[in-house]
């Protein structure tokens, strides 16, 4: 219906090269009739954690075959593929993967270092059987998370080991990998990552529709996202398509145009000529005192009309961006 007034994918139809979605399973009971509707935005399905070691063989092929009649790749997880590791029975998962349907083998280090030369024959034994792979970085617990040249060196052996995307961790999506205690886009960490790979490189973990947002939102339509759950698969695809929703303003509706004192209407009019912006320099634009500089920001930002975010440059900076320019 009206489909002229949605914007185009860069990549329609499926197998998508970027802008892909990735969900979990978690054993979520699935209504046919409604997944059928959101399955075009759907790349790929993550079998949660170990759940294939603990369902019956049968089941597993079933609820894989499910996948695939809607043209969706499947994935395990990152910790079954480790616990296998650890196990020293690689090779015998892979054997059972391939047979039940699996199409991807998900690997990361999350419980265990590997070096290039031991990820280069886990590698190599994922192809012999056919199967495609994916390597993910970082760790899952808060307290114990890679310093940025760690990261960088384990993204960059990820890319030479031929991973098709790599995975950036982020367990619940809180204090772990490129997000903040509030689960908030570390913009300054992830500048450094995409200074020296290109956002397409990246599959980023966003458990959460404010991250889903926000990362559409700096990088575009073709940003990689993965946990996504179920029920947010629209609001995803409604903002890679150009649409304004509620996840991503935190608000539940738009306005047009700025409402409410004269200072708020003239922050916004000089934010819409030079963003990002920060307070200082809209206090040497305007010549407007400090006092008033904030409360106009806290009315822009009630209304849904501007977005803040921590400067690439210094990170204790909070810069503004127009909403109309970064996010519709």
């Known amino acids: ?100 349907g699996f199409d991807i083998i998900e690997v990361g280090e999350n419980s265990a270092d590997l070096n290039f030369e031991q990820k280069k024959k886990i590698t190599e034994s994922i192809l012999a059987k056919r199967l495609d792979f994916q390597w993910k970085v970082g760790k899952k617990d808060p307290r114990h998370q890679l310093q940025l040249d760690t990261l960088l060196s384990k993204i960059e052996e990820g890319v030479k080991l031929g991973s098709d995307k790599v995975v950036l961790e982020a367990n619940e999506g809180i204090n772990v990998g490129i997000y903040d ?33 926000a990362l559409i939102a700096e990088f575009g339509q073709r940003t990689n996202l993965a946990e996504v759950r179920v029920e947010a698969v629209s609001s995803v695809e409604s903002l890679r398509r150009g649409f304004p929703t509620k996840a991503a303003f935190s608000v539940s509706h738009l306005s047009k145009n700025p409402e409410g004192s004269p200072g708020a209407k003239f922050v916004y009019f000089v934010m819409k000529s030079k963003h990002p912006i920060d307070q200082v320099e809209l206090m040497n634009l305007t010549n407007l005192p400090r006092r008033t500089i904030q409360s106009a920001v806290e009315e822009l930002k009630s209304q849904g009309l501007i977005i803040e975010r921590s400067s690439l440059e210094d990170a204790r900076k909070k810069v503004y961006i127009p909403v109309q320019f970064e996010w519709i």
């Open 1 to 100: 219906m009206l489909e002229e007034y949605a914007k185009n994918r860069v990549d329609v139809k499926k197998p998508r090269s970027e802008g892909r979605t990735y969900i979990i399973d978690k054993l979520e009971g699935l209504d046919r009739e409604n997944f059928e509707t959101i399955a075009p935005f759907i790349d790929v399905v993550k079998i949660y954690g170990v759940l294939p070691l603990l369902i019956s063989e049968d089941t597993l092929k079933k609820k894989i075959k499910f996948y695939h009649n809607f043209d969706i790749k499947v994935s395990t997880g990152s910790t079954i593929s480790e616990y296998m590791i650890a196990e020293d029975d690689f090779d015998k998962f892979l054997g059972e993967a391939a047979k039940v």
């Open 181 to 213: 205690e509030k689960g908030s886009v570390r913009w300054n960490f992830v500048g450094a990552l995409t200074a020296k790979f290109p956002p397409s490189t990246f599959i980023f973990e966003a458990p959460l529709e404010s991250q889903q947002s």
